[in-house]
């Protein structure tokens, strides 16, 4: 009986370790608010074009089993930190018929640990490709983020949520520090 407890123990034990991560994806912007579209309808969408189903892996023994994924629709999550941030430039949001037709593209978003042993370093990358359309003029901007980080243990769920939203805020947010974006948008409204 004791043995029978013991390998149910490392079983389950060994399903935990083997567990894929699913995170989801909330990323906010801090605007502050200002007249640039007052006035001026605004649709925005979103386009999840990240290669295959994860983000990465937590590293360890197990890196191969231990993946992160996204739980939820990535090109709506960052879509709806941009209407925050282009709400806070005072542009309304319309599906029809608008004056402004934004589409983001998130082409790159990893979090992956390359230890193979034990969860040391942790890399992390957002990029997002956003293009602007004002009738037939068109601004293209691509906005990026990366970092590099410690663990010594593997990270909870929470933990890589935290992490992965923080470094796809920060990149949404280089989107309302370009200033080439603000002044296409001044001139052509």
């Not at 956003?130 to 243990?153: A, H, M, Q």
């Not at 933990?159 to 370009?178: C, H, I, M, P």
Request: charged share 15%.
């Amino acid at each position: 009986m004791k043995k029978l407890l013991i390998l149910v123990g490392t079983l389950v034990l060994a399903a935990c370790a083997h567990s894929p991560l699913q995170i989801w994806l909330q990323p906010q912007v801090q605007v502050a608010p200002e007249a640039i579209g007052e006035g001026y309808s605004m649709s925005i969408s979103g386009v999840n074009e990240l290669p295959g189903g994860g983000l990465g892996s937590l590293g360890g023994v197990y890196a191969d089993t231990a993946q992160v994924t996204i739980g939820n629709d990535a090109g709506e999550a960052i879509a709806a930190g941009l209407r925050q941030g282009f709400s806070n430039w005072s542009f309304r949001m319309s599906d029809g018929a608008p004056q402004v037709d934004v589409v983001a593209k998130l082409v790159k978003l990893t979090y992956n640990s390359p230890n193979t042993f034990y969860t040391t370093q942790i890399d992390t990358s957002a990029e997002i490709n956003l293009e602007v359309k004002i009738g037939p003029r068109t601004y293209f901007g691509t906005y990026s983020t990366s970092g590099k980080d410690r663990n010594l243990v593997k990270p909870s769920r929470e933990e890589v949520q935290s992490r992965v939203n923080g470094l796809l805020s920060a990149t949404l947010q280089r989107v309302f520090e370009d200033q080439k974006l603000k002044n296409f948008l001044r001139t052509n409204l």
